[in-house]
């Protein structure tokens, strides 16, 4: 087969990693991929254009597609390949509205009774600000939008909650913010492949997606991940039958048919798990620690989904734990460096390397965006898997490199 990974970033290369030990594959393509993922496939170069990649594919006879990032999803990329007769993994733009519009995942979530915060939807800034005025902090302010992970804002007072609002509804183009209340407990994630019918939750991990240690500093996309994270079974029983279940069936009452990997951002509160966001896709860096973990052939489940025939299929797991650590640029979220020189030894045993913003420069490996390297951690334990991680990570090259040593604190101590 002819298989396709779209995206440049770190959980694309782990995709890109997973599907070259598939007995399936006999050429892989990525667009237009990174640095690290060019020792695995061709690298196509692309801007962007969902139509053209979907021409591209045709011509070239591509078998499956495998879809990283949230921005193709919400543009239609699934929509493209299938009407060209083309295999892909991952959402319709009508599915991938549950991430493309907060207020519409909200609303959603509130038609089939989904456990989530409560929340009000604003365009008018006024409006928002008058509402929270009105009930106080602390409070949550989200960009209704796609943001990268980064259009969240947890105020603890008013000034930071009312600049959140006025930063995203003061623009010339308009804009739409959900106010949601705050939630208490520890966040985790749930990541489920479906084929619009069956659903197959992973195993749970959890994210870490402020800058600095003890999640002070500003969102990020994401700064590392571990698996599995320790949820009692009961609470994934629930998770699946409360949250997953009457996510994929609601969206199909609608019309709507949702093939791909959804993604269950979670707060386990004293009443249960609440979902904090829907996404449309594999977590990153949730994928990063998870992809390794799988023992499954990941293009012969991608295939099932994308074909619905998941019915009947089981995950097997690899015994231990996972940790990726995210190797981010000087000045990253807001202004990252770019260009600078790289240096990425040979891994040992039990770790892994992902590229994320990386690139080429000659014969010189350079940054090129703002999460640039993912170190991966495996081991028996999450203690082995973060002692590889954070061992190998004083070997890479990257000057100025910022990047948590606080990973997997939280799993830790709940043991």
Same mark, same amino acid.
């Given at each position: 087969?002819?298989?396709?990974?779209?995206?440049?970033?770190?959980?694309?290369?782990?995709?890109?990693?997973?599907?070259?030990?598939?007995?399936?594959?006999?050429?892989?393509?990525?667009?237009?991929?990174?640095?690290?993922?060019?020792?695995?496939?061709?690298?196509?170069?692309?801007?962007?254009?969902?139509?053209?990649?979907?021409?591209?594919?045709?011509?070239?006879?591509?078998?499956?597609?495998?879809?990283?990032?949230?921005?193709?999803?919400?543009?239609?990329?699934?929509?493209?390949?299938?009407?060209?007769?083309?295999?892909?993994?991952?959402?319709?733009?009508?599915?991938?509205?549950?991430?493309?519009?907060?207020?519409?995942?909200?609303?959603?979530?509130?038609?089939?009774?989904?456990?989530?915060?409560?929340?009000?939807?604003?365009?008018?800034?006024?409006?928002? &600000?008058?509402?929270?005025?009105?009930?106080?902090?602390?409070?949550?302010?989200?960009?209704?939008?796609?943001?990268?992970?980064?259009?969240?804002?947890?105020?603890?007072?008013?000034?930071?909650?009312?600049?959140?609002?006025?930063?995203? &509804?003061?623009?010339?183009?308009?804009?739409?913010?959900?106010?949601?209340?705050?939630?208490?407990?520890?966040?985790?994630?749930?990541?489920?492949?479906?084929?619009?019918?069956?659903?197959?939750?992973?195993?749970?991990?959890?994210?870490?997606?402020?800058?600095?240690?003890?999640?002070?500093?500003?969102?990020?996309?994401?700064?590392?991940?571990?698996?599995?994270?320790?949820?009692?079974?009961?609470?994934?029983?629930?998770?699946?039958?409360?949250?997953?279940?009457?996510?994929?069936?609601?969206?199909?009452?609608?019309?709507?048919?949702?093939?791909?990997?959804?993604?269950?951002?979670?707060?386990?509160?004293?009443?249960?798990?609440?979902?904090?966001?829907?996404?449309?896709?594999?977590?990153?860096?949730?994928?990063?620690?998870?992809?390794?973990?799988?023992?499954?052939?990941?293009?012969?489940?991608? &295939?099932?989904?994308?074909?619905?025939?998941?019915?009947?299929?089981?995950?097997?797991?690899?015994?231990?734990?996972?940790?990726?650590?995210?190797?981010?640029?000087?000045?990253?979220?807001?202004?990252?460096?770019?260009?600078?020189?790289?240096?990425?030894?040979?891994?040992?045993?039990?770790?892994?390397?992902?590229?994320?913003?990386?690139?080429?420069?000659?014969?010189?490996?350079?940054?090129?965006?703002?999460?640039?390297?993912?170190?991966?951690?495996?081991?028996?334990?999450?203690?082995?898997?973060?002692?590889?991680?954070?061992?190998?990570?004083?070997?890479?090259?990257?000057?100025?490199?910022?990047?948590?040593?606080?990973?997997?604190?939280?799993?830790?101590?709940?043991?």
């Amino acid at each position: 087969m002819k298989v396709l990974v779209v995206g440049s970033g770190g959980r694309e290369h782990a995709l890109l990693w997973k599907a070259a030990q598939s007995p399936l594959v006999d050429r892989l393509y990525a667009a237009p991929g990174n640095a690290g993922m060019a020792a695995l496939a061709e690298l196509v170069p692309w801007n962007g254009d969902v139509e053209a990649l979907a021409d591209w594919a045709l011509a070239e006879g591509i078998d499956l597609t495998l879809v990283g990032p949230e921005a193709p999803l919400v543009e239609g990329i699934a929509d493209a390949f299938q009407k060209r007769g083309l295999l892909i993994f991952g959402p319709t733009q009508k599915a991938a509205m549950i991430e493309g519009s907060k207020a519409f995942a909200k609303r959603l979530m509130e038609r089939y009774g989904i456990p989530t915060a409560r929340y009000r939807v604003f365009q008018d800034a006024l409006l928002a &600000l008058e509402y929270v005025e009105s009930v106080g902090v602390p409070i949550v302010i989200k960009d209704s939008g796609l943001a990268a992970g980064k259009g969240v804002t947890v105020a603890f007072d008013l000034h930071t909650a009312k600049q959140a609002v006025l930063n995203l &509804l003061s623009g010339p183009e308009g804009g739409e913010v959900v106010v949601e209340e705050y939630l208490e407990g520890e966040e985790a994630t749930v990541l489920a492949l479906t084929d619009g019918e069956s659903i197959l939750p992973l195993l749970p991990s959890q994210d870490h997606k402020r800058l600095l240690d003890g999640d002070q500093g500003p969102m990020t996309g994401g700064m590392g991940a571990v698996a599995p994270y320790p949820m009692e079974a009961a609470t994934l029983r629930r998770v699946e039958e409360e949250i997953l279940k009457p996510l994929i069936q609601g969206l199909r009452a609608e019309g709507v048919v949702y093939r791909g990997v959804v993604y269950a951002g979670l707060m386990l509160t004293r009443e249960g798990p609440k979902v904090l966001e829907f996404n449309a896709r594999f977590g990153d860096p949730e994928a990063q620690a998870l992809l390794p973990l799988l023992q499954n052939d990941l293009v012969d489940l991608a &295939l099932r989904v994308a074909e619905g025939r998941l019915r009947g299929t089981e995950l097997t797991w690899r015994e231990g734990a996972s940790a990726c650590v995210v190797l981010a640029a000087p000045g990253y979220p807001e202004s990252p460096r770019k260009g600078i020189p790289l240096h990425v030894p040979e891994p040992p045993e039990g770790v892994l390397v992902f590229h994320a913003g990386t690139r080429w420069e000659g014969n010189s490996l350079v940054s090129a965006g703002g999460r640039v390297l993912n170190v991966v951690g495996l081991g028996k334990t999450l203690e082995e898997a973060l002692s590889r991680a954070y061992g190998f990570i004083p070997q890479v090259g990257f000057p100025g490199a910022q990047y948590r040593k606080d990973i997997g604190h939280k799993a830790l101590r709940l043991g």
